[in-house]
């Protein structure tokens, strides 16, 4: 609704443009804070997102276990997971991870390394078998590209013969 | 269904962001901002398309722009509350010659671009002969000089 000001006829609200500087400043603190925040990798890669879990191992077989991982992912975007173990259980015998299906699911496996000889898939899990010593790096080291293919919350629950509780971490996917 | 979504969530976005950054920031383009539009451009292209570069999937993240456009038009004439929002409202900067110094800091415009418009639009030489300036809802700054007895 145009008004007069003085000879001169617009539409002009104080009262509004006082607001909408308010709102300025206030948008420009938020994404000063969004960069800060994405920077420290709260919206993926950096300090904040880089994470460790480290858990316990069976009592027949001392030593530690742990996942390194990223918390934040994004969709489409690869992310590294790596499985350390200080030992294997009986590098003669056949050694299983075991992720929860749910997981599984929620995400594209771009590759293994090493490759594991065979996977199984039932209705709680995937399984990656490791026959052989031969099979098992030097380093005790699993790695597994990961590609999220589904947005929100993603628990992931990783068994393996060897560890006395199964390991439980949580990442988020954004869009 | 997720085309839409990023189409739908880029528009909203890029209208938050280019409120939040101010009248003036795109209105008067000099060669850098040119760049950095392209590269604005560019980031947004991609979040756009994703990894999917189909023709069905451009023209449905074409059409959703084109169509959330076209519904927020007809909300800014519904509702003229709604059209203040989100293109802001003029802004007197000179009024009767009297220079309006608070305002002009908040909107971060300094004399030299309003004597600059003065001069490109008006030909005017001196500040003095200026009556009103106005920082349009675009960015523009209109200048309606001092009428010579």
Known sequence: MPTSKGDLQLQQDLKFQNQEWLFQRIGRIVLTFFVVAAALGLFGSGPLSRARVDAPTAEDNPGAASVEYERFLRISVPTRLSLRFSQFRAPEKETVIEFNREYYDSVFIRQISPQPSRVTIDQKSARFYYAARAELPADRVLIFVLVPRKFGSLPLRIRADQLSTSLRLFQFVYF | ?149
């Open chain 2, 1 to 149: 269904m997720e085309s839409i979504l990023r189409a739908a969530f880029i528009y909203l976005f890029l209208l938050l962001i280019f409120r939040i950054s101010g009248k003036r920031s795109l209105s008067h383009v000099t060669t850098f901002d040119l760049v950095l539009l392209l590269i604005i451009g560019e980031s947004t292209q991609q979040a756009l398309v994703g990894q999917d570069y189909s023709i069905v999937n451009a023209s449905i993240v074409i059409s959703t722009l084109i169509l959330l456009e076209f519904v927020f038009t007809k909300l800014k004439c519904a509702w003229p509350f709604l059209d203040n929002v989100l293109e802001s409202l003029p802004l007197v900067l000179i009024d009767d010659g009297r220079i309006l110094e608070d305002r002009m800091r908040h909107e971060e415009i300094d004399l030299d671009a309003i004597t600059a418009a003065a001069r490109e639009n008006h030909g005017l030489e001196r500040l003095d002969q200026i009556k009103y300036a106005v920082l349009e809802r675009s960015g523009g700054i209109s200048i309606i000089p001092r009428q010579s007895s």
